[in-house]
Each structure stands twice: as structure tokens, then as C-alpha cells.
């Protein structure tokens, strides 16, 4: 009986040393909402008129969209980038980050630059043009 729980305490012992295999196999789950895809088959004037809307519903102002495209993903948004220029000749670049969920956070490139998020540039323009949205 004592040989029995010897080799017992010693196969425990020797089983709490081994670590767990991981497998490289795990596959990264990518929640995408219609909304985020359909951004990237807007034209200029609807895209601008997309992004507009998310900046004054975020609580900001936007007098003129003069360029915006996709800057890329972070995590699971898809960033995008607006200039607005308004009546006192300044511009302002807003970036708007789409969710999963539908949702759009807006917020300041100068904060964004400054913060450790992706900077805001733009990798991909729409077709058309601006005009005057």
C-alpha cells in the first residue's frame, strides 16, 4: 500500500511540472458590422456626408469635408480620418472610429497623434470628389 501512494505522490509530482501544450491552430474571431463594410463602398460626397454626420452626433462641428479616407484597423474599429475646414479659413482632421457595434467615436488627430493610437493618415481615398459637403 505504501509503494501505491509513493508512485502516486510521484506521478502527481511529476505531472504538476509538465505545462500544457498550445496549440497554433487558434483562430482570431473578427466581429464586422454591415455598417463598418459599407464605408468602404461609399463615394466622396456620401462618405463625407457619413463622417459629417458621426463628428456633430459625437457633439463637434464640421463646416466642410475637403478630404477623408480610411487610415486602417486598430483592434476591432476601422479608423477614418475627415478634414473639415470651416467659415474662418481653419481646418480641422477628425478621426472617426467605427465599431462592430455600429457605434462611431470621434475624436481630435491632434489627441490621437498624441495618445499611442494609429496616426491619422490616410491610406485609402474614395472615388469622386468632395465637392462641397
Known amino acids: 500500500m505504501k509503494l501505491l501512494i509513493t508512485a502516486a505522490c510521484a506521478l ?7 505545462e500544457p501544450q498550445q496549440t497554433s491552430n487558434a483562430q482570431a474571431i473578427k466581429v464586422r458590422s454591415q455598417e463598418q463594410n459599407q464605408l468602404h463602398q461609399l463615394d466622396a460626397m456620401n462618405l463625407a456626408i457619413g463622417l459629417k454626420r458621426a463628428i456633430y452626433d ?11 479616407g480610411f487610415v486602417g484597423e486598430w483592434k476591432n474599429l476601422d479608423m ?3 478634414r473639415c475646414a470651416y467659415d474662418d479659413k481653419s481646418t480641422r482632421d477628425w478621426a472617426i472610429f467605427a465599431g462592430p457595434d455600429g457605434s462611431a467615436q470621434v475624436r481630435d488627430c491632434k489627441d490621437v497623434d498624441a495618445s ?3 496616426k491619422c493618415d490616410i491610406k485609402k481615398r ?3 470628389t468632395f465637392g462641397s459637403i
Open 12 to 18: 502527481a509530482l511529476v505531472a504538476c511540472g509538465e
Open 58 to 68: 459625437a457633439g463637434y462641428t464640421c463646416k466642410r469635408v475637403t478630404d477623408a
Open 80 to 82: 477614418w480620418v475627415a
Open 116 to 118: 499611442g493610437l494609429p
Open 126 to 128: 474614395p472615388k469622386g
